[in-house]
């Protein structure tokens, strides 16, 4: 299957960490075919998140919706998730990047259509560190913007990208439609998306690599110079329960 745009226009960030932003990254026949076929957000297959923790309201992130199943995806769109998670396209992103022995995430643990809405949040985090299937660490997380009505005059939701203190924003990337982030993954890529106003859509799923890394199988969020302790404390605590599949 050949899903990429081989005229997609690739930029790099090296701090705080590296993160490539690739434009136009798939073919416009395959965006389209994933952006048509999108449920809408009141469809009975998106998971709701965790809108609470231990009877709590969940403050580090809201309105979130997920489908993270093959099985509850459309067909059309459940096609070229087989082929992202395929050691064919891994290898293509591999050469694209120029990194070696990168491995599949074959058990998708942090894979899906994921879709915010209105008002909806998700506080700043690093990303898991390991796959409790395999043993891999977590190398790289991708992003692919779905959304074609994003308007950067308008419309919030960009991605926030933090510095390893937690002190400054560096920067923050629009979710522009056919965009794919991609980052390298370590204890602090510290990322969130703290501001939606309208319907953001994206697929994300991450790709391994047979290396050392600490044993963190959740996301860890933390708090913002603005943020309350409470946000620490609850941060600390999501990343040690266990997590139901979206």
């Not at 259509?113 to 560190?129: C, E, G, K, V, Y």
Request: net charge negative.
């Amino acid at each position: 299957m050949e899903i990429l745009n081989t005229n997609s226009h690739i930029s790099k960030i090296t701090y705080p960490y590296t993160i490539w932003v690739l434009d136009h990254f798939l073919k416009e026949e395959v965006i389209e075919r994933i952006s048509h076929n999108w449920p809408d957000s009141d469809d009975s297959a998106w998971h709701m998140g965790h809108t609470s923790i231990n009877g709590k309201v969940n403050i580090l992130e809201q309105g979130m919706r997920g489908i993270s199943k093959l099985e509850l995806m459309p067909d059309k769109i459940s096609e070229i998730v087989k082929f992202l998670h395929s050691e064919e396209f891994t290898d293509q992103i591999g050469h694209l990047l120029e990194i070696e022995g990168l491995i599949p995430d074959k058990a998708m643990r942090w894979s899906g259509m994921r879709t915010m809405l209105p008002n909806s949040f998700q506080l700043i985090h690093s990303d898991a560190r390991l796959s409790p299937e395999s043993g891999f660490r977590k190398e790289l997380t991708v992003l692919i913007y779905t959304q074609p009505l994003f308007n950067e005059k308008i419309h919030t939701g960009h991605l926030q990208v933090w510095d390893d203190d937690i002190k400054q924003c560096i920067h923050k990337i629009s979710p522009k439609y056919n965009r794919a982030i991609i980052f390298l993954n370590s204890d602090t890529s510290y990322h969130g998306v703290p501001e939606v106003n309208f319907e953001r859509r994206a697929f994300t799923f991450s790709i391994l690599k047979n290396a050392f890394a600490t044993k963190r199988s959740k996301a860890l969020f933390v708090a913002r110079p603005t943020d309350s302790e409470e946000v620490r404390e609850e941060g600390f605590k999501r990343s040690i329960i266990n997590d139901a599949k979206m």
